[in-house]
Each structure stands twice: as C-alpha cells, then as structure tokens.
C-alpha cells in the first residue's frame, strides 16, 4: 500500500476547509478570478514563513503580525497588485480587508491572514475587493479550489495544486495545497505565494517547526530569475479534524507529517520551476557526495541560477563548463579534482508534470566530466537529451555522504519580452 494517496481538491482537500474565487478587477486588463478566499470552520493552528527581502510588502508585514500568535481560520489573497512600497495606507489596507472578511464570516479579526501578488508600488484598490466580499463568502465550497487556485496566478501559465492523504496516528490525515509563482522567483525564506492547509493535529510550535524544516528543501531551492520578491509567502493552517492524537513532539507522527509536508512542497517547487516566465525546460541539478547537505543545496542551487547555463539549456547546449564555473564562484566547498558530471533525461518527457506520475519514458544519460577531467563524450546524444523538456544535471563529488537538490529552468527570449511590459 503506497504511504500517500494523491487526491483532488487542493486547499479545499482536507476537512473543514472550503475555498471560493472571484473576479474584482483588482487589475483592469483581468479576465480570470483574481481574489481566493479559503476558510476553515474552526480555527486552526497556523505558520508561515515569509520574504527575506528587506524591503517587505504590507500584507506580509501585516499577516507575519496576524499569524504571531500560532492561531488562523481564514486566509484572503489577491494577484493584480503586490500592495508593496505602498506605507501606510497599504498597511491600512490590508487591515481593512481582514476586518470586512472577519465580519462576514463572523470570526475574529486576528484570525484573518492577507496576501498579495502583482505588481509593486502601486496602492491596492482594496474597496474592489470589499465590494465583492459577498460573493467570495457566498461560493465558499469543497469544489472553490477551482477557483481559487487560478485568482492568485500573475504570469502562470498555469495553476499549480495537489492534495494527498496519509495515516498518522491511525486516522486518515489529508493535506492540500495552492501556490503561484512564475517569475521574480528566487525563494529564501516570485512572486511566490504557496498556502497549504491540513485537517492533522497539530500544536503552532510543531507547526511552524514542520514549515521550517520542510521549505529549506522545497520552496528555498527554487530560482527562476535570481530575484526574491518583496511577497514570497508560505502558510500552513491545521484545523485538527482528521481526530489525530495531537503532534505536540518530535517522533514518528511528526516525522511522517513532515514527511507528507515535503512531498508536497517539492511537487509545488518543481512546479513553479517548470513554469517559470518563458521557460521551455525544467531544470534539475542533483547533488551527490558532498560534506554538508547545506553544501550539496547551495551548490545546486548556484548552478540553476546561473545565467550562463539557464541559456545553454534553452540551446540545448552540453556546455558543462558553465556548470563548474557556477559552483566554483557558489561559496560552498567541493573539490574540483573529485567532481564528476552527467546530463540525464527521459524519452519524451514533460517540463509541466502531473502528481504521482514517471515524466516520461526511457532514461538516457551522457557523463561529460570524470574527476576532474574533460571526456570525449557524444555530443550527438548530449544534444538529444538536452532537447528534452525535463532535463537534469547529475554533479557526483567525492567529499561526504550529503545530497541536495535544486530546480529551475532554461532562460529564453520571451522572459525578457514578459519582463519588458509587466506593468501593463
């Protein structure tokens, strides 16, 4: 029997949750849902992590305020307009629409977190999203993840969701997810807005523990531009329904839990790399052998955020010197001398997968550097794995037992084009 079971219903998933989307014009041009409201019936245990980014927008400033207690029963987010550099009357804002949504659901005030995505410095409409606040507490449903997971997409290409069930405690525990992200995506914890909600039981302080552990391997090795935005929010809300024993400590059922937490992280942050603005290729770069697993991620990492090699993808170019070049200047320490790289594909694979699925068929793998020395490889296959649409880059070192992974994508032309016009 499989450990986890992929399910459908995304943040609306597990039990108590419902979630609505609806269109406000929040930006004009907007033809699609552009407002998510998600609920619980009860309040919850809640966590969050947020932008390292020095400059803040106000609804992070404003939620990272709200969700300080560990407690959280609803969540409003909006795409179209960040609410970022925006003072005052941003923060102002932001209180206004966790008032309006904690009077219509008749809950407290403080139990209502605010997010936002779109674009900077601009003063958020907010009495748009007031004024349809009716409507999103009127089609609050279990089927609203429809909707909502597409009112937070900015340039998404498409929406990015799962849900899964695992037993914990003897009970059946189901855990959802939503999250956008396409670009401005450079997460250390872009605009990358993630939110998962679970019905386990779970204390804040194991809560926001489970969070931390799990995104320093998920949301944080992701880049797509090498820009972290001013919104980057992750949130978690536990309502305790699945009946559980309540995780209060280390142990198996918080292992498994995050466990569960990772599975679903690492399907979002893959997803946001695949669909990275402009991308026609998800890049993987897996790291093996290294001293420190702090190590091994920031020497993935710095190879999928390198502009050099985001562009020898795009052209499918085998240019593994760009690679050794990228983990030489990284800052974290590795021995050229020991170091070995491959180029690893499958037959017809997709850079957009869906959950629980192989992406793609046979596996074709080119080795183009061994310890330290250049290989006369075959460029005609190099070429023909690097054309695939999932692509990774397998680096071997020779300084310990840890691993990391990180993901991006190729960088084409039409990110400059996206990027050249957004406000508009």
């Given at each position: 029997m499989e450990k986890f079971t992929f399910v459908e219903g995304g943040v609306a998933a597990a039990?108590?949750?419902?979630?609505?989307?609806?269109?406000?014009?929040?930006?004009?041009?907007?033809?699609?849902?552009?407002?998510?409201?998600?609920?619980?019936?009860?309040?919850?245990a809640a966590a969050g992590v947020f932008t390292q980014n020095r400059v803040k927008a106000e609804c992070v400033k404003f939620t990272k305020g709200q969700i300080a207690d560990g407690k959280a029963q609803a969540v409003i987010m909006n795409s179209g307009n960040a609410n970022a550099c925006t003072g005052t009357q941003g923060f102002e804002n932001a209180r206004k629409e966790a008032c309006a949504v904690a009077?219509?659901?008749?809950?407290?005030?403080?139990?209502?977190?605010?997010?936002?995505?779109?674009?900077?410095?601009?003063?958020?409409?907010?009495?748009?999203?007031?004024?349809g606040l009716d409507r999103s507490v009127a089609l609050l449903s279990k089927k609203g993840?429809?909707?909502?997971?597409?009112?937070?997409?900015?340039?998404?290409?498409?929406?990015?969701?799962?849900?899964?069930?695992?037993?914990?405690?003897?009970?059946?525990?189901?855990?959802?997810?939503?999250?956008?992200?396409?670009?401005?995506?450079?997460?250390?914890?872009?605009?990358?807005?993630?939110?998962?909600?679970?019905?386990?039981?779970?204390?804040?302080?194991?809560?926001e523990k489970a969070l931390k552990l799990s995104v320093a391997g998920s949301y944080n090795c992701v880049s797509i531009d090498g820009d972290t935005s001013t919104n980057d929010t992750l949130l978690i809300l536990a309502n305790a329904k699945a009946g559980n024993p309540e995780i209060t400590g280390e142990g198996e059922d918080f292992d498994l839990f995050v466990e569960a937490l990772n599975v679903?992280?690492?399907?979002?942050?893959?997803?946001?790399?695949?669909?990275?603005?402009?991308?026609?290729?998800?890049?993987?770069?897996?790291?093996?052998?290294?001293?420190?697993?702090?190590?091994?991620?920031?020497?993935?990492?710095?190879?999928?955020?390198?502009?050099?090699?985001?562009?020898?993808?795009?052209?499918?170019?085998?240019?593994?010197?760009?690679?050794?070049?990228?983990?030489?200047?990284?800052g974290f320490e590795f021995t050229p001398e020991k170091?070995?790289?491959?180029?690893?594909?499958?037959?017809?694979?997709?850079r957009y997968f869906e959950d629980g699925t192989v992406n793609g068929g046979e596996q074709k793998t080119v080795k183009v550097f061994d310890h330290?020395?250049?290989?006369?490889?075959?460029?005609?296959?190099?070429?023909?794995?690097?054309?695939?649409?999932?692509?990774?880059i397998l680096v071997e070192l020779e300084d310990g037992k840890a691993c990391g992974t990180a993901w991006g994508c190729d960088l084409t032309y039409d990110y400059v084009k996206i990027n050249g016009d957004y406000r508009t």
């Open positions: 039990e108590g949750f419902t979630a609505s989307g609806v269109l406000n014009k929040i930006k004009e041009s907007r033809t699609t849902y552009d407002t998510a409201l998600i609920y619980s019936d009860c309040v919850c009077e219509k659901l008749n809950i407290s005030e403080g139990n209502v977190l605010v997010c936002s995505t779109g674009v900077i410095g601009q003063q958020l409409p907010v009495e748009k999203i007031l004024d993840n429809i909707e909502a997971r597409q009112a937070i997409m900015t340039t998404d290409t498409k929406y990015k969701e799962t849900a899964l069930k695992v037993q914990i405690g003897g009970k059946t525990v189901t855990m959802g997810t939503m999250a956008k992200g396409s670009g401005m995506i450079h997460i250390n914890m872009g605009t990358m807005l993630s939110l998962v909600t679970t019905d386990c039981a779970i204390s804040p302080k194991m809560l679903l992280n690492v399907q979002m942050a893959k997803k946001i790399a695949a669909d990275g603005e402009g991308a026609t290729r998800l890049v993987t770069c897996n790291v093996t052998g290294a001293d420190t697993v702090e190590n091994a991620r920031g020497l993935a990492k710095a190879v999928i955020c390198s502009n050099l090699v985001k562009a020898a993808f795009f052209g499918a170019d085998a240019n593994w010197g760009r690679i050794l070049d990228a983990m030489g200047y990284s170091t070995s790289v491959s180029f690893m594909s499958r037959k017809n694979s997709k330290g020395v250049p290989l006369d490889f075959d460029e005609g296959l190099a070429k023909e794995i690097l054309t695939e649409e999932a692509v990774e």
